[in-house]
């Protein structure tokens, strides 16, 4: 038994893995591109499934790409799964999502050179589509496969570039042949960065994390004039431009008068026909709304589709929304919260219990079977960025605490 409580992971084994990966749609800086179901997606599959082969994994892919690498145990059963995804932004980092995958594929090294068989099978995944920085929703993969989004409603989803998710998974040849959601795991534990500033500030080198943010995306689409802009009174004006700077200037508006954890983004915005010249006549935004609270975030929406009521008709333009994507806000398994504070305790690691603020497939497997987080800390609180970090230390530090976790589910 003193054995097993002394096992920990290969920092150097495990970086070294992060830094191949990373190698894969490498761009200046330091960082990543990948964009999901790409040609660099395809290349970081292979070299991901190819390590999972060569730990003694059985590799199973669905229907959505997803992939499930099993170690079996001495007994049968639903899996212990740890994992996360390996695409990214067109301007990411090499740790997001990345790391909770290579960080399972090294526990299972570090049980695989002990000679340890746990009593349940241990599965590492990696999720297609996780970012939805090209296909719309975001964690895609996990939500097909509890059951969240019917399959063919995600293989017909059209991509930033007018490709759909069925066509270029056959292109790259991601889909595999078996059925969504067959792989129900007895639990699931997702090792991440944070993607903000608290762990690093505070100076802490783990978080607990106990919920999620709920999150509303949207599309709004702003039909007003195109006009002269130097013949054109302001008052008769239908600027779509204009709309749209202030549903922006509304939305900060908003976050700061709901207070609490209310967070209003937006994130894209194309203006037709985009000349310094030429009133607007049509304005695309997109608008993300996040709140820990499923009350707040409805009260939100409320808001922000009275305010373009009101300044559609006062403005004299149309405002359709779209939705984009909407989840719920999630607590996770108080059990497993509690056992990862506990095993960073016994590890020597300081923890904090917290919230995510970023969207996970953890959500998402939440529905279906107990699940946590485990962050480590992102210097500066930089993530879908280049400059994205963090130290190596504080890495083997989250692995270790998942390498032992998982132990403890997987004995249960």
């Known amino acids: 038994m003193s054995t097993v409580a002394n096992l920990r992971i290969d920092a150097g084994r495990l970086m070294a893995r992060l830094d191949a990966l990373a190698q894969v749609g490498a761009i200046e800086g330091g960082g990543v591109c990948r964009l999901a179901l790409s040609d660099e997606d395809r290349e970081g599959r292979a070299l991901v499934t190819g390590w999972m082969r060569d730990l003694g994994l059985a590799v199973s892919v669905d229907a959505i790409g997803n992939v499930f690498g099993v170690r079996p145990g001495r007994e049968d059963g639903p899996p212990v799964m740890t994992g996360s995804h390996i695409d990214t932004v067109r301007t990411g980092g090499r740790y997001d999502g990345n790391y909770g995958v290579l960080g399972g594929l090294e526990v299972v090294e570090v049980l695989n050179r002990a000679g340890i068989t746990t009593r349940r099978p241990l599965a590492v995944a990696f999720f297609t589509n996780e970012e939805g920085a090209r296909f719309t929703p975001d964690m895609m993969g996990s939500l097909v496969h509890v059951g969240g ?53 505070e100076g802490v080198t783990l978080g607990a994390v106990d919920s999620l943010q709920g999150i509303s995306w949207q599309e709004l689409a702003i039909a007003g004039q195109s006009n002269h802009a130097g013949t054109t009174p302001l008052r008769l004006r239908r600027d779509a431009g204009y709309v749209a700077a202030a549903v922006a200037v509304f939305l900060r508006d908003l976050a700061r008068a709901m207070g609490g954890n209310q967070l209003a983004t937006v994130g894209k915005l194309d203006l037709m026909p985009n000349l310094i010249n030429v009133i607007a006549a049509r304005a695309t935004m997109t608008v993300d709304l996040r709140n820990t609270d499923e009350t707040a975030l409805q009260e939100a929406e409320r808001r922000l589709a009275g305010f373009c009521e009101e300044i559609a008709a006062r403005e004299e333009v149309t405002i359709v929304p779209r939705r984009l994507a909407r989840f719920e806000p999630v607590v996770f398994d108080p059990a497993i919260v509690a056992l990862v504070e506990a095993t960073a305790g016994r590890l020597g690691h300081s923890i904090r219990r917290m919230t995510s603020g970023a969207g996970h497939d953890a959500q998402m497997m939440a529905r279906i079977c107990p699940t946590a987080m485990i962050f480590t800390p992102s210097v500066g609180g930089l993530s879908h960025n280049v400059g994205e970090y963090t130290r190596p230390e504080d890495l083997a530090a989250g692995a270790d605490v998942l390498l032992h976790a998982l132990l403890a589910l997987a004995e249960a």
């Open 149 to 201: 989004l019917p399959l063919a409603d995600a293989l017909a989803a059209r991509g930033i570039d007018g490709a759909t998710v069925g066509a270029e998974l056959a292109r790259i040849g991601a889909a595999g042949p078996m059925p969504v959601g067959t792989i129900r795991p007895h639990a699931f534990v997702e090792l991440h960065i944070e993607q903000g500033p608290v762990l690093d500030r």
